[in-house]
């Protein structure tokens, strides 16, 4: 059974840090690509961060130069390093592991910025 479980979400203040985590389980999580989606209240989701099995990294362009992911195959987790967050990232987070055109997804946690 695969499972995507998120953590780390909550309320962070502005210009603050956060770091989501993501603990894969029932993958190869190696061969894997592992992303970042996030949907806010209104909104379509969109991409936040993504990095392949190889390790080549893009991000979504409201996020470049103040979020992070990283991957640590041993572990099977995926991470998002959130600096200098700002309000209109507040949303729903998911984690998503895709390979091919198969895509698993993880329940969400949410991410609130506010002061």
């Known amino acids: 059974q695969v499972q995507l479980v998120e953590s780390g979400g909550g309320l962070v203040q502005p210009g603050g840090s956060l770091r989501l985590s993501c603990a894969a389980s029932?993958?190869?999580?190696?061969?894997?690509?592992m992303g970042w989606y996030r949907r806010a209240p209104g909104k379509q989701r969109e991409l936040v961060a993504r990095?392949?099995?190889?390790?080549?990294?893009n991000y979504g362009d409201s996020v470049k130069g103040r979020f992070t992911i990283s991957r640590d195959n041993a572990k099977k987790m995926v991470y998002l390093q959130m600096n200098s967050p700002q309000p209109e990232d507040t949303a729903v987070y998911y984690c998503?592991?895709?390979?091919?055109?198969?895509?698993?997804w993880g329940q969400g946690t949410q991410v609130t910025v506010s002061s």
């Open positions: 998503n592991g895709g390979i091919g055109s198969v895509n698993f």
């Open positions: 029932g993958i190869i999580f190696s061969i894997y690509a």
């Open positions: 990095i392949t099995s190889g390790g080549s990294i």
